[in-house]
């Protein structure tokens, strides 16, 4: 036996083994297993399955290592970009895209995804698909937010408020052509009033539509944004309103202004000056009375309330006048069934709009409760065969200025307003105040029977702006599809053939 513990070959014979003692304890050969009993053979490795060899030398049992961090160290390691390309599972990031920063908010944070992330067991489990990213748009951006950022001074743009017009600019000049200045005034939107006037000269049209857009009658008149007659046109016996003007309020009405109707200082301007008359007129005053109507044709189909102004009752030429524009009127279908008549019946197919009669100048025998009743029933008499809306939507009576009156007394009411004349109340103290008898009793104010007259006009303002507001056409209109509906309708009356008939036949 040898000093390492193993027997030596023929020292007991061919085939026999040394029986092992208790304290003897053998060292095998590498890799056997050291706590067992070893035996007398050599060691012969085992041939691996895929043809390769092992390579030489000890072979050690590697233990197994379970790679595993705190969360604290987690945190730090998520800083630093991962060791490998494999996407790593992230939870779902929402990114609430802003209007100004648009791309690069989104681009930034993509970014940011691809580069973060702590090294996991997932990088040796193989590739998996990654988290999506939630992109909030705002509701109504679309497609564009995402494409391109958005000026924020568009956004700001649409909330601001309409531009205030200082003065009535041109819809249709004094050669009847129409001017397209008023639409950068106009807006996208449906909620609005348009309200015409017709009279005869001096009547004062440009006042009255002054008072009801802008001014009040405290102001000068020169600041009023329809200019009214100078007293040096007064005394020429001139006109000042040429054509159709225009102005828009803050409340979205539309006031059109408009020359005055059969004005015979129009006619006498054109016989003076020679201006050429168009082909199809022959004498000048058929050309006049053709404006006319082609205005208040024009009015009657744009407008949802006309105001028809006198400054005495009555002339029968004005309602003759009414009913002819009425006539040739063009062909508007409207899609409201409820636009009635004057004798009540629903005719639904054409649009008329409403007709408010204003008794400008009126004297205090005018606003006895007698002769107001007179007023309202010859009115309604001699439009009793008009489609136009001429009652039903206005009474003096509602505006408390009949105290005592109840809403029976007017049996035939028709829309008319009366305004008394205006005058200065202060001058009219002083005045009377200054030599008299009886001081104390000067200094009262006369008995007028009406309100002031600023009382007047607030109670008249109040009620037209108050008046329905009928769909003009087929469709609802915008302010500047409403503009592009009075150019089309404008054109049509100045070639409308029953135009050019009327006036062959005045000849």
Not at 128 to 138: D, F, L
Not at 140 to 160: C, E, H, I, N, R
Not at 399 to 409: D, R, T
Not at 477 to 503: C, M, P, Q
Request: glycine share 8%.
């Amino acid at each position: 036996m040898s000093e390492s513990g193993h027997s030596q070959p023929g020292m007991y014979g061919q085939g026999r083994r040394r029986r092992r003692r208790r304290g003897d304890r053998d060292i095998g050969p590498p890799g056997q297993n050291l706590s067992g009993p070893s035996r007398d053979r050599e060691y012969q490795p085992r041939e691996r399955r895929d043809g390769s060899e092992e390579p030489p030398g000890p072979l050690i049992q590697k233990t197994p290592i379970i790679l595993a961090k705190p969360p604290g160290e987690r945190a730090k390691a998520s800083q630093n970009p991962p060791i490998s390309g494999a996407p790593v599972l992230e939870k779902p990031i929402m990114l609430m895209k802003a209007r100004d920063d648009g791309v690069k908010t989104g681009a930034s944070t993509e970014t940011g995804v691809q580069s973060t992330g702590p090294p996991s067991k997932m990088e040796r489990e193989g590739q998996r698909p990654t988290q999506p990213v939630y992109q909030i748009q705002n509701r109504g951006m679309g497609a564009s937010a995402a494409s391109s950022a958005v000026d924020p001074m568009v956004g700001q743009s649409k909330l601001l408020p309409p531009e205030k017009m200082k003065h009535s600019i041109k819809l249709v000049d004094d050669q009847m052509n129409w001017c397209d200045s008023a639409m950068e005034f106009l807006r996208d939107q449906t909620d609005m009033l348009v309200v015409g006037i017709i009279g005869l000269q001096g009547t004062g049209k440009s006042t009255i539509m002054s008072l009801l857009s802008a001014n009040t009658p405290e102001e000068d008149q020169r600041s009023y944004v329809f200019r009214p007659q100078t007293q040096e046109m007064k005394e020429r016996g001139g006109n000042q309103s040429t054509g159709i003007d225009f102005f828009i309020t803050q409340e979205r009405v539309i006031f059109l202004d408009t020359q005055p109707m059969l004005s015979p200082s129009i006619l006498d301007h054109l016989i003076n000056n020679d201006r050429k008359l168009p082909p199809e007129y022959n004498l000048p005053h058929t050309y006049i009375e053709m404006q006319s109507l082609q205005i208040a044709a024009f009015l009657f189909t744009v407008c949802h309330v006309v105001i028809v102004i006198q400054d005495w009752f009555t002339d029968l030429n004005i309602y003759r006048f009414l009913q002819t524009a009425e006539m040739l009127k063009p062909s508007t279908p409207s899609a409201s069934h409820d636009s009635t008549g004057s004798s009540g019946s629903d005719d639904g197919a054409e649009y008329y709009p409403h007709i408010v009669f204003l008794q400008n100048k009126a004297t205090r025998d005018d606003f006895c409760p007698r002769n107001v009743k007179k007023m309202h029933m010859v009115v309604d008499k001699l439009m009793a065969h008009s489609h136009l809306k001429y009652k039903g939507t206005l009474s003096m009576l509602d505006c408390n200025i009949f105290p005592g009156l109840g809403h029976n007394y007017l049996t035939m009411e028709v829309n008319m307003f009366l305004l008394p004349v205006q005058e200065n109340d202060g001058e009219d103290n002083l005045t009377k105040a200054g030599l008299g008898t009886y001081p104390l009793f000067s200094l009262l104010p006369e008995y007028r029977g009406h309100p002031t007259f600023s009382t007047m006009v607030s109670k008249l303002r109040s009620q037209i702006l108050a008046m329905p507001r009928c769909q003009l056409s087929h469709t609802i209109l915008t302010e500047k599809n409403w503009f592009h509906y009075a150019a089309r309708i404008w054109d049509g009356v100045k070639k409308s053939s029953a135009l050019s008939e009327y006036s062959r036949l005045l000849c």
